[in-house]
Every structure is written in structure tokens, then in C-alpha cells.
């Protein structure tokens, strides 16, 4: 989102207007990143202590957004965008696989990017609860998005005959709510497992959504 205050233009150091407004606008989610999602948290940092992480100018700040909570609704766009991209490419690399391997590695992959480092989880799924009606729209949204993408491989392995044909919604909705409290438990270090324990639990409740008891026997 744009700032407040109007960036300079022109070329300078050797780069455009445009490519200093993208440098300074990745380091100050790069300093959201390691405040917000580490020590102090998004609700302790201030714009100055932002900027200072930054090395960059609170007027530099202002050109670039109009409060913090604009650098956190980026943030928790941006580590959706990347445990989408991995779970997207994952599931690219397994079509063709049967429906237990497919499942397991999208969700090795979703768990590998979310996991891999703690301040994406800290910002997913704690520092952006109970901010403000926007974000809680903005989350509820993204969280949406991943419904969406389950109910339509849901749907895809009904056609070919690999799962019930039922409306997933609902299941993947509540799955959904098991996998983020699930991983946050465990990265927390409240769940004693490995992330494969953790990866091979989340796939037998979604394979137990998608072939529930007496499915096999009902269509044979």
C-alpha cells in the first residue's frame, strides 16, 4: 500500500526511482519480518524501531506505508504466497502419483515452508489475530484460499474414482483449522513429534476425510 508521503523521482546511484522504492520497500518487511515475527513482537515495535531495523528513515517509512499494521497485512500476504508457491510446485511434481503419496508430499512441502523458519509462523498465525476487522478479513480470507485449494483436489480424486464424492468444504475447513493449530503447537514445542510425525498425522485425517469407513464398499 502506498504511503502517505510522496517518493522522490529520478535516477540516482546508478538505479530508477521505481527500483529504490522496491529496495526500500523489501527492507522494511525484511525489518517486519525479524521484529514482528521475533523479538519484540508487532505489538511492541514502534515505526522509529521499524526504520532503525531497517536502516532506513521513518520519512522513508511514510513514503512506503501509512502504519505498521500495513507492513503486517504485506507480511501476511507474503508468507502465504510463498507456502502456496511450494505447495503449488509440490503438487505439480506428484501428479500422476497415488492419492496417499500425492497427499503426503503437498503437505510436506506446506509444512517445510511454514515451519522452516518461526517468524513466518509467528506472523501467520499469531501477531496477525485480533489486530483490526481488516486483517482479520484479510486472514480469514487467505485461510479461504487454502479451503478452496483442498475441496478442489477433493473434488479432482472424487472424479477419478480415488474419494468419496461429497461437498468438502466444511471437512476441509475444520482440516484446515487442525493443520495451522497443529503446526503452531509443534513449532511451539508444545507437540513432542518430528515434523514427518506431524506431516504423516495431518494426512491420515485428510485421507480419512476423503475415504471415509464403508466407501470402498459402497462403490465396489
Not at 483436489?153 to 482440516?175: K, L, N, Q, S, V
Amino acid at each position: 500500500m502506498a504511503g502517505r508521503l510522496k517518493a522522490p523521482t529520478g535516477r540516482y546511484g546508478g538505479k530508477t526511482a521505481a527500483e529504490r522504492q522496491a529496495e526500500r520497500h523489501r527492507r522494511f518487511l525484511d525489518a517486519g519480518l525479524e521484529l514482528f515475527g521475533g523479538d519484540p513482537g508487532y505489538r511492541a515495535t514502534t515505526v522509529a524501531a521499524l526504520s532503525e531495523a531497517a536502516g532506513l528513515s521513518t520519512r522513508q517509512f511514510y513514503e512506503e506505508f501509512r502504519t505498521l499494521e500495513d507492513v503486517l497485512a504485506a507480511l501476511h500476504l507474503q508468507v502465504n504466497d510463498w507456502a502456496e508457491e511450494a505447495v503449488l510446485t509440490a503438487f505439480a511434481e506428484a501428479q500422476g502419483l497415488p492419492l496417499a503419496e500425492r497427499v503426503t508430499a503437498i503437505f510436506r512441502a506446506y509444512a517445510g515452508n511454514v515451519t522452516g523458519d518461526p517468524r513466518r509462523i509467528r506472523i501467520t498465525f499469531v501477531e496477525i489475530i485480533g489486530v483490526s476487522p481488516r486483517l482479520e478479513e484479510q486472514r480469514l480470507a487467505r485461510r479461504s484460499r487454502w479451503v478452496d485449494l483442498i475441496c478442489a483436489e477433493a473434488d479432482a480424486a472424487a472424479a477419478r474414482g480415488e474419494a468419496a464424492p461429497r461437498d468438502y468444504r466444511i471437512a476441509a475447513t475444520a482440516f484446515i483449522g487442525s493443520v495451522n493449530g497443529l503446526l503452531h503447537d509443534w513449532s511451539a514445542g508444545w507437540v513432542n513429534a518430528t515434523l514427518d510425525d506431524v506431516v504423516d498425522e495431518l494426512v491420515q485425517q485428510l485421507l480419512a476425510i476423503l475415504r471415509p469407513p464403508g466407501w470402498a464398499t459402497a462403490r465396489s
